[in-house]
């Protein structure tokens, strides 16, 4: 491999890595913090003391365009119990919104703020591209997340067949 070839693939790289350290585009546009949050799970339990519900068995929450999957997700209501702030989904998560889908071992959903923090192996797939990484933060409002710990970067030029 010639020095000039080597220096053109690291230049065409810069930008990627750049973005892939910084904000990225996930889901678009902003989500409806405040749209009805629906959940389906094989077992639910009520701790009236503490404010929370513990769902487990195949979770799946909805709130507007966005899906999350999880075995486990405990909601944590607020003091008058009227409505959730967090959700936290462990033990291997799914999140979809748009086109885009998110891999990890955790998440933490701030509903006020309008947050998911996932941690532990983050995979984004965006269309053929991939990224990893050990943390992301999803900015549901502007639809932008920020990667960080160790990011790795897998973008798909044109076509995979050559142009036919």
């Keep these: 491999m010639t020095k000039a070839f080597f220096a053109a693939i690291c230049m065409a790289l810069i930008p990627a890595m750049t973005l892939a350290q910084s904000q990225v585009s996930f889901g678009g546009g902003g989500q409806d913090t405040s749209a009805p949050v629906e959940v389906t799970a094989d077992s639910l339990s009520v701790n009236q003391s503490d404010g929370t ?33 967090r959700m936290e989904a462990t033990g291997g998560v799914i999140l979809v919104r748009g086109e885009e889908a998110a891999e990890g071992e955790r998440a933490d959903y701030n509903i006020d703020d309008g947050q998911i923090v ?24 502007d639809g932008t997340a920020q990667m960080s710990g160790r990011v790795k970067t897998v973008l798909q030029q044109g076509s995979q067949d050559g142009g036919q």
Excluded at 59 to 78: E, F, K, N
């Design 53 to 85: 519900a513990l769902y487990t068995g195949n979770v799946v929450i909805v709130q507007g365009d966005m899906r999350l999957a999880a075995p486990r997700v405990l909601v944590i209501y607020s003091e008058e119990r009227s409505e959730i702030t």
């Design 118 to 141: 996932m941690s532990g192996n983050v995979l984004v797939t965006q269309g053929d591209s991939a990224m990893t990484s050990e943390r992301m933060v999803v900015n549901l409002e």
